[in-house]
């Protein structure tokens, strides 16, 4: 309850995730970090925190919970997304026995509004740049309701610089940044439509070189920009990234970035241009699958536009000098047990070494969750027996797990692995970074200080990793591949992003190979 017109005493809780495709748990440790990237809601929360109250930030992910700094809080906000909701709930649980007045949002809460019924005080659907600060006011007065939705999307040019400061950003593999929210496609198993619409927003330059430099005072140098669409509204990014080029240039190119975006990008040689002149090395893509039919079943019609196959829009990214990300979706309607070798010689033929792939997953308030509501195929438990709520159309749900288990392990197979990411990198002589390159043609000692501190941290990354990994046979795995590269293409900046996917292969290869042993549960990456 609020007390008056009193400051309050807030903490803002991310809980740590299960491990994931993503997480890189299994890596971490051998790097030196403790999570791979900082969650955006936490230090923008603070920044939208009115200055007469404190705010504390707690990332479980790289600190353990204090719960006895909690109990002296006035105001203890949690946020979390599905894969988070079993922690959430613990959390919530023992601040709840502590008498903590506690308020939840996020993207479960979002989409899932009673999952904690009993457990909080306030929750808060959807964005929460008006409903944070209203709150707050309406606490201060004793006021407060249990349930905050805002009736209009956030004006994303009014957006405050988040509060990275706040973060402990050493122990981050990457730094983490959002400049626009919504896509303007309807895929029916996605929940960004539900959640931040299908107009895109987006912030303006000068918000976005702000947060440029706050993330260079916190010597953050590789970062991901996680909007789920970066090229939602392709003349405003454009724009942006003109910006962003001049800021590069003006600082020597200090910062490098991966972000998400729609496939549509090989269909605009300009925008990839901007991308590489900006020094965005990769992008994550979601492909879904090499079906066509069911791309069109779940309204992904950008994928099936004409202007080449999926394969040859791949290669268009990464002809611009773009490594493709993407990911990959098991168990449509129109999917059979043939879909298990479609994607792995999919994967194969469009040279994509990084595919977080999964099994469908029906989201509540997404089209899909209706539409297999209707007809009476999901799971409706809490942790589905299966790794996933969707009870599929062709294939049994026993058939779809055991092949999903079965590609993730093949994909992450050593050697299927590095031939994928060799036939890009070695074969295909990808050129990242051309923009930086064309910059340091006109500034030698740039260049060379900056290649100097790639080698450093290449040498470092690599140390790290052959005194921490267990498996000698990888360890030696990994230098035989590294020692290839080094041969043929004669570039520290390739070495150190090189070794970062040795990295990325270990932690996915050791968690396909503990899911196919048994030797843990099934994580299902959507």
Known sequence: M???????????????????????????????????????????????TPTEHTVTLMDENVEAINYERCQ???????????????????ILTELKRRGVFTVVGGPLVTVHEDYFEGLADAIFIGEAEQT??????????????????????????????????????????????????????????????????????IKTSAQVIAELEAMLAEKANIVFVVDDNLIGNKKAIKDV??????????????????????????DDAELMDL???????????????????????????????????LIEKVHRVQDAGLEVWCGMILGFDHDDETIFDAQREFLRDARISTAMVGMLYA?????????????????????????????????????????????????????????RLDALFIDGKLDMGRGRQRY???????????????????????????????????????????WNLMKKRPDPGLWLFYVIKCAQHYHAHTMARQMASGRSPVYNSY
Not at 20 to 48: D, Q
Not at 157 to 168: C, G, M, T, W, Y
Not at 444 to 465: D, E, I
Request: charged share 25%; hydrophobic share 40%.
């Open 2 to 48: 609020g007390k008056g017109s009193t400051m309050a005493d807030i903490v803002l809780i991310n809980p740590r995730f299960e491990v994931s495709y993503w997480g890189m748990e299994h890596i971490l440790p051998f790097m030196g970090k403790r999570a791979n990237l900082p969650v955006a809601c936490l230090p923008l929360l603070a920044a939208l």
């Open 72 to 90: 002296k809080a006035d105001i203890v906000g949690i946020t979390g997304m599905s894969v988070q909701r079993f922690r959430m709930k613990e």
């Open 132 to 201: 944070w600060p209203q709150f707050l006011k309406e606490w201060q007065q004793g006021l407060q309701q249990f349930r905050y939705e805002q009736l209009e999307k956030s004006d994303m040019s009014i957006v405050p610089v988040p509060r990275f400061d706040l973060l402990k950003m050493k122990h981050y593999l990457f730094g983490s940044l959002q400049f626009s929210r919504g896509c303007p496609f309807q895929c029916e198993f996605c929940d960004i439509i539900v959640t931040f619409g299908r107009k895109p927003r």
């Open 241 to 266: 990234l003109r910006d962003i080029i001049a800021w590069q240039h003006k600082k020597g190119y200090p910062l490098t970035f991966f972000t998400e975006a729609s496939i549509d990008l090989a």
């Open 275 to 309: 991308l590489v002149e900006a020094n965005f090395l990769s992008v994550f893509i979601g492909i879904e699958t090499p079906n066509e039919a069911s791309l069109r079943e779940t309204k992904k019609y950008q994928n099936v536009r004409t202007g080449g196959t």
């Open 363 to 419: 989201i509540r308030k997404t089209p899909l969750h209706e539409r297999l509501a209707a007809e009476g195929r999901l799971d409706n438990a809490d942790e589905p027996e299966f790794g996933t709520n969707v009870i599929p159309l062709k294939i049994s749900r026993e058939a779809l797990l055991e092949g999903y288990v079965a590609v993730m392990d093949d994909l992450y197979a050593p050697d299927a692995f590095f031939e």
């Open 440 to 482: 340091w043609k006109s500034h030698l000692g740039r260049m060379l200080s900056t290649q100097g501190l790639f080698l450093g941290q290449f040498l470092g990354l690599y140390t790290r990793m052959m005194s921490g990994i267990p498996e000698k046979h990888l360890r030696r795995y990994y230098t035989k591949r590294i």
